[in-house]
Structure formats: structure tokens, C-alpha cells
Nanobody, 124 residues
Framework: QVQLTESAGGLAQPGGSLRLSCAAS?????MAWFRQYPEKQREFVAA????????SYADSVKGRFTISRDNVKNTLYLQMNSLKPEDTAVYYC????????????????????WGQGTQVTVSS
């Protein structure tokens, strides 16, 4: 069992930056960030594998968001730059013991552990 604890999200202006972190209580192989809008399904944001550090991003965040991890600290990060109002959502950290291939990293049902979620608001 892996427990995930996300840092507080926050408020940023359009064009601004925020960094999320997620502390895991144990080892996880593939880790990811998903986000959810009110009354919508959760959507994939980014994922990273433990061993080789391979990453996958949703098209909507490519070039703006960077996912990274510190395997010693068992911590996952999401650096969000050039934020847009449409990035406003609840962000969830998720993890699995599996080392997913790149094409599988975005699957919503591919992760058995998730955090409580943290609100990110982008508004002027």
C-alpha cells in the first residue's frame, strides 16, 4: 500500500507558474498527475517511469508542464509554467507498482493509488 500526499496547490495569474509535489510513503514505479474539472471525468496530465525516467504528457500541457521525480525522497513533482485559466482544476497524484509502457501511462485505470487532490486556480 502506498499513500500519496500532495502539497497545497494555489492561485496563479495567467502566464504564471506553480509547482506541485506529491510525497509517497513507499516505492512506486510509474507515477502520474491527473486533473479533474467540476462534473467532468478525470483527465491525464503527465506521467513518469521510475527506472529510466521516461515521461508522457497530454497535448494540452506539452511544453508548459514538466513532470519529475526524486526516487530517494519518493517524491513526484509537477512544474507548471505559462498557466492558463483552463488549467484550473483539482490535481491528483497517482501511482502504480507497474512500469507502464509509454502508451499506457495515460490510462485512467492504470493506477491503484491516488492522493486526496489539490486545487489549482488560474485567474487574474
Amino acid at each position: 500500500q502506498v499513500q500519496l500526499t500532495e502539497s497545497a496547490g494555489g492561485l496563479a495569474q495567467p502566464g504564471g507558474s506553480l509547482r506541485l509535489s506529491c510525497a509517497a510513503s513507499g516505492r512506486a514505479n510509474t507515477m502520474a498527475w491527473f486533473r479533474q474539472y467540476p462534473e467532468k471525468q478525470r483527465e491525464f496530465v503527465a506521467a513518469i517511469r521510475r527506472g529510466d525516467g521516461k515521461t508522457s504528457y497530454a497535448d494540452s500541457v506539452k511544453g508548459r508542464f514538466t513532470i519529475s521525480r526524486d526516487n530517494v525522497k519518493n517524491t513526484l513533482y509537477l512544474q507548471m509554467n505559462s498557466l492558463k485559466p483552463e488549467d484550473t482544476a483539482v490535481y491528483y497524484c497517482e501511482a502504480t507498482s507497474k512500469n507502464w509502457i509509454l502508451s499506457a501511462m495515460s490510462q485512467k485505470d492504470g493506477y491503484e493509488y491516488w492522493g486526496q487532490g489539490t486545487q489549482v486556480t488560474v485567474s487574474s
